[in-house]
């Protein structure tokens, strides 16, 4: 087990000299746990150069039944412990960055003050990253899922609205419905990774009175792939935007955004909790989880 932790520490850091760092063992003891991992399995588990560290497909096979096995031993250890003991341990967290900025690192203090031995590994980026892969515990997904085999806890529906700044709707032509819509410009919000960052057109998604999801296309003169950038763009004056109420609610109470086709909102977004697919999950992941799902049901779902 303790050969699987080191195992697995090397992967989350790609590094053996980190891990040891972390780990606080001379590098020569992680290097023989790699060792003797493989000579018990017979199969190469790194591939090791000067400069990169990467899987074998049986290394990657390992991983995942690694962190099960890990995840089964720590669940036994903790079977007969209170539910409110301290956590301990690591935990590598992924979160969209605005509910990262806004709904939960406010509350973590608290948190961490409950448990002062849990060490968190928060990712607050706006790229979608391969949970496993990146030996990530637990994540918070916006929007509809794709297939994959991780595990999603549906965690309720985002209310969305359209905004613009009060410049740009004053110096615009009437928007009154999605037929005044190619007269104006919006906001693209694309990713690097597919490759729609450079758009001249964007799609804007609403409901219409008879509860029908439509899509309209509509110009655009800027495009840009974190959500910070969408919304401060909207500020600027740049063009229109759609974006979950809770994102901007300080911004229209300040009058910096005002909401645009109130009758024609796009629809909800569904919010999952997401994790590796795993038969038990330890201790250290099931209560963050659950704590951050009710922050998120208390703070902005409806």
């Not at 020569?28 to 017979?42: D, H, K, M, R």
């Not at 003050?113 to 990712?123: E, K, M, S, Y």
């Not at 024609?264 to 999950?281: G, I, N, S, T």
Request: aromatic share 6%; charged share 20%; net charge neutral.
């Amino acid at each position: 087990m303790d050969a699987l932790k080191i195992f697995v520490r090397i992967t989350e850091l790609k590094s053996f000299s980190r891990a040891a760092e972390d780990l606080a063992m001379p590098r020569a003891t992680v290097s023989a746990a790699v060792a003797q991992l493989e000579a018990q399995f017979g199969t190469r588990l790194l591939q090791r150069t000067t400069r990169k560290l990467s899987l074998t497909e049986d290394g990657s096979s390992i991983l995942e039944r690694a962190h099960m096995l890990l995840d089964e031993f720590e669940a036994l250890h903790h079977q007969f412990r209170a539910h409110s003991a301290p956590l301990t341990g690591k935990l590598n967290v992924d979160l969209p960055s605005r509910i990262a900025r806004r709904i939960v690192i406010p509350a973590l203090p608290q948190f961490l003050a409950r448990h002062p031995d849990l060490n968190i590994t928060l990712g607050a980026d706006d790229k979608i990253v391969d949970l496993v892969e990146n030996g990530i515990d637990c994540a918070i997904r916006v929007g509809p899922l794709s297939e994959s085999s991780l595990v999603a806890k549906p965690l309720g529906m985002l209310e969305m609205i359209n905004c613009a700044s009060p410049a740009y709707v004053q110096a615009q032509a009437q928007l009154e419905s999605p037929d005044d819509l190619p007269m104006h410009k919006a906001i693209h919000y694309g990713n690097k990774r597919n490759g729609h960052l450079n758009a001249t057109e964007t799609n804007w998604d609403y409901v219409d009175s008879d509860g029908f999801e439509k899509t309209a296309s509509i110009p655009c003169r800027i495009s840009v792939h974190t959500v910070e950038t969408y919304i401060a763009s909207a500020v600027a004056g740049l063009g229109l935007i759609q974006v979950p109420a809770f994102d901007v609610s300080d911004l229209l109470a300040e009058s910096k955004l005002v909401e645009v086709m109130p009758r024609w909102r796009p629809a909800a977004m569904p919010v999952h909790a997401l994790y590796p697919h795993r038969k038990h999950l330890s201790p250290r992941v099931r209560v963050f989880m659950d704590w951050v799902a009710a922050l998120i049901n208390e703070k902005i779902i409806n």
